[in-house]
């Protein structure tokens, strides 16, 4: 996340108070509207550092989310099955609300933003295969389309989950996902 080589604690601690800094600004004014100054000034420090840790605005949201992402596939690793991997997902969504929320409010604005949604797939693209490998399936050809297609019904659906306001737990709304992108459809409609 850094340009810094070798951060210390607090090079980190002055990292995450700029990304706070900044989805909290980005909740009240919008992306296009936060200012360098604005988010010294909200983080309490000085232009210097900020541009010692980042190049701009943009660096600063992208690499933020893809800590985000990293952290999360990180926590992925120390599960085991499908669903724990998409309920940790909703968990951590629903413990950082205004984080996602903030990143939601941006897609599309900010450069390097269909770059990170690749990113997301490639990060996906290991845990289908896994899952696939469990069932004996080998992974089709077209697994790159295949991610793509579930991280955006992943994104959409935690999207619209936020917005309403979490209507749903956690484990409610990972339920539905799962089955959903399982067995589509069809897998809702009570047999009678």
């Known amino acids: 996340m850094a340009r810094l080589e070798n951060l210390t604690e607090r090079g980190y601690e002055t990292q995450k108070q700029l990304g706070n800094a900044l989805m909290e600004l980005i909740i009240e004014k919008g992306y296009e509207k936060v200012s360098i100054k604005d988010l ?21 949201f992208t690499k933020s989310q893809i800590a985000t992402i990293n952290e999360l596939v990180e926590l992925r690793r120390t599960e085991a099955g499908p669903k724990p991997g998409v309920l940790l997902v909703f968990r951590h969504m629903s413990q950082n609300a205004k984080l996602y929320q903030a990143i939601f409010r941006t897609s599309g604005l ?13 990060s996906i693209m290991p845990l289908l295969e896994s899952e696939l490998s469990r069932f004996g399936v080998s992974p089709p050809l077209h697994m790159p389309a295949i991610a793509s297609y579930i991280s955006g019904a992943l994104r959409s659906l935690a999207r619209w989950w936020l917005e ?21 459809l069809l897998s809702l409609v009570e047999t009678r």
């Open 40 to 60: 010294t000034e909200r983080a309490g420090i000085d232009r210097t550092t900020f541009y010692l840790h980042f190049k701009d605005k943009d660096d600063l």
């Open 164 to 184: 309403a306001g979490m209507p749903q737990s956690p484990e409610e709304i990972s339920e539905l996902f799962i089955r959903l992108t399982t067995k589509g």
């Open 110 to 122: 900010v450069p390097g933003s269909a770059s990170l949604e690749q990113y997301i797939a490639n």
